[in-house]
């Protein structure tokens, strides 16, 4: 991989993981009424959706079409050794940290579902019934799972499931993915141009089968095919650049005034968006970089990044809401929420960020497994 694809996808790390936090700091919102008459309180609700339903959005897609770019990096052939290889290094970083985070987030939950009842925003007793009500058979695979609120154009029901912790759909859908190699590179290898079309098509308009497997991972497979076809990320023309930045911004302003997935056409809409805005992020990056070619985000922030995507949903989230709520003194002052939105996804990172630098220190080995030897 040449240097300017390596360095980007090492400096998008961390923003885009920080992406991943923000859209779990949004909260319930009621929709808005009527966008003639906006106050303070709508202007809290746009906040909201703009960066958590809008711009956070292209952090998981843009992760999947990353994988799929590394992974079919400088593949010529996928014979059985190569593959082998692959899926090797894939149990280590992917599989066993799997299984662990799963595993352990149960007696984290335990812990918080503990502190939440001590400080009287939840039952007393919650930890016990969690565990009580635990579906054990399901843990790694669907402990959730419902239909998706909205149907594709055509009608179709699209299955939303994960694991007992809850981000790690993305890590399953990821492992499954990677088993399924073969099928992908030979279907390019047969279609080649076509049948990156139809891939497109397929995510677009949300065709996918009722399975556990989400179309968002079709982005891993997209990414496989501009690896094997030896794309850059990036665009090297300035003229494509602008309109890829002008469109990616066109279609925010359109979903995040159609309150996002919230709605029907929001909902519609997102995959063309998301689509847009991961490749706005990779020429933003890419432009960044040209500037600053010797710009590094700190050590710790890009080697957490994997840590903080599994800590945070059922730790250090609930702690980051605790603290902003006790630093805003439970306002009810739309722009002071609104703030308070703001530093929230900033004290979650900076906790779990804090509990990986101490268990660098103190537990480096068990660190490392966690962290899928990154």
């Known amino acids: 991989m040449d240097k300017a694809n390596s360095q980007l996808i090492a400096f998008l790390r961390f923003p885009l993981t920080f992406l991943v936090v923000v859209i779990h700091c949004r909260g319930t919102l009621e929709p808005i009424a009527d966008w003639s008459h906006l106050n303070a309180a709508d202007f809290y609700h ?76 939840s039952a007393s007793g919650a930890a016990l019934e969690y565990w009580n009500n635990m579906n054990w058979p399901h843990i790694l695979w669907d402990y959730t799972s419902h239909e998706d609120v909205f149907l594709n154009l055509l009608g179709m029901k699209l299955l939303i499931s994960g694991p007992v912790l809850g981000t ?24 080649g141009k076509i049948g990156a079309v139809v891939v497109l098509v397929l995510l677009l308009f949300r065709i996918w089968p009722y399975m556990a497997l989400r ?13 094997l076809n030896k794309k850059n990320l990036y665009s090297e023309q300035q003229s494509v650049r602008i309109v890829n930045h002008v469109l990616t911004l ?79 003194r439970n306002t009810q002052q739309p722009l002071l929420m609104t703030l308070q939105y703001l530093v929230t ?25 966690l962290n899928g030897s990154r």
């Not at 179309?215 to 690896?227: D, T």
């Not at 990986?356 to 490392?368: D, E, S, T, Y």
């Open 46 to 121: 746009i906040v909201k959706v703009l960066f958590s339903d809008g711009i956070a959005q292209i952090g998981v897609p843009s992760f999947f079409f990353i994988s799929g770019y590394l992974f079919f990096h400088n593949i010529t052939k996928l014979d059985t050794s190569v593959y082998r290889q692959k899926l090797s290094s894939r149990v280590r970083t992917l599989f066993v940290p799997y299984v662990l985070w799963n595993l352990l987030c149960i007696p984290l939950t335990m812990l918080v579902c503990y502190g939440e009842s001590l400080s009287g925003t």
């Open 168 to 191: 790690f759909w993305y890590v399953r859908d990821l492992i499954i993915i990677t088993i399924l190699s073969p099928l992908v590179y030979w279907f390019f290898k047969k279609t």
């Open 215 to 227: 179309v968002q991972s079709l982005f891993f497979v997209l990414g496989g095919y501009w690896s």
């Open 250 to 328: 066109i279609m925010l302003l359109t979903v995040v005034r159609l309150d996002c997935t919230n709605s029907f056409w929001g909902y519609q809409l997102m995959p063309l968006y998301t689509l847009l805005g991961m490749f706005s992020a990779f020429n933003l990056g890419y432009l960044f970089l040209q500037k600053k070619p010797d710009f590094r985000f700190h050590r710790l922030l890009s080697s957490s990044s994997f840590f903080v995507y599994s800590l945070h949903i059922e730790f250090t989230l609930s702690l980051g809401f605790f603290l902003a709520k006790t630093l805003f």
């Open 345 to 369: 996804p900033i004290l979650i990172y900076a906790l779990s960020v804090a509990i990986f630098w101490a268990m660098q220190k103190f537990l480096p080995q068990v660190l490392k497994v």
